[in-house]
């Protein structure tokens, strides 16, 4: 996966790595211009980490539970990442909260993927709340990275209708393949080619401000 004069991307996971995998066929296939240069988990048991031997990527795996602090596992990660010479950071199932050093360390050069509407149902267990909650949509986002919970600037989203009798199973499932699989790659695209930025707090692409989420009819094509 070594590509010369490309930008240097980190993954960072926790599970199965569903969207890890379509990060890396985007990269093989040439959509997004970059090289995968680390898969981090703080899971040793991550499934994901196979994709990524798999794949011939590096992987490092930081347990959480192995520090004393939740400063020291960021101090931790953070070094690996210098070592590894990253440029950006994909936050993809990445299930523990950064601190504010690391997060200001790698301001406007992370972006996660979140199962909901933001700002809906920030943290965990999306689907079953917007299911308890009667929404009739749901959905997944990307967005920078900052210090509130899954609440940075957003960059686009999807949304798909909620079905009747639908479990948060079946729900998740439909979120995944429809939505996050193709919106974090192009996201990932955007800002490996220097066209995604954060400008004071804002997202820009191709020098114009993001005001509101993009959605999926600004996908290009392949996405």
């Known amino acids: 996966m070594l590509s010369p004069n490309r930008p240097r991307l980190a993954v960072l996971i926790s599970g199965r790595g569903r969207n890890l995998q379509a990060l890396i066929q985007a990269v093989r296939d040439g959509r997004i211009p970059a090289e995968l240069a680390l898969v981090a988990s703080n899971r040793a048991a991550a499934p994901g980490l196979t994709l990524a031997h798999s794949a011939g990527i590096p992987t490092a ?28 950071l994909l936050l993809a199932g990445f299930m523990r909260v950064l601190g504010a050093g690391f997060v200001e360390e790698f301001a406007g050069r992370m972006l996660n993927i979140h199962p909901s509407l933001l700002p809906k149902y920030a943290g ?42 639908e479990d948060p199973a079946t729900l998740a499932e439909r979120v995944l393949e429809r939505l996050e699989l193709r919106i974090f790659p192009q996201a990932a695209a955007w800002i490996a080619r220097g066209e995604l930025k954060l400008v004071d707090g804002v997202p820009h692409l191709r020098g114009r401000r993001v005001e509101r989420p993009l959605t999926m009819d600004h996908l290009e094509e392949g996405f």
């Open 61 to 88: 795996v930081l347990e959480h539970n192995a520090f004393a602090s939740r400063e020291a596992f960021d101090a931790a990660l953070a070094q690996t990442l210098r070592g590894c010479g990253v440029d950006f």
């Open 124 to 165: 965990l267990d999306t689907h079953r709340r917007a299911l308890a909650a009667g929404e009739t949509e749901h959905g997944a986002t990307v967005h920078f990275v900052s210090g509130a919970l899954d609440g940075g600037p957003r960059v686009i989203q999807g949304a798909v209708r909620v079905q009747p009798g």
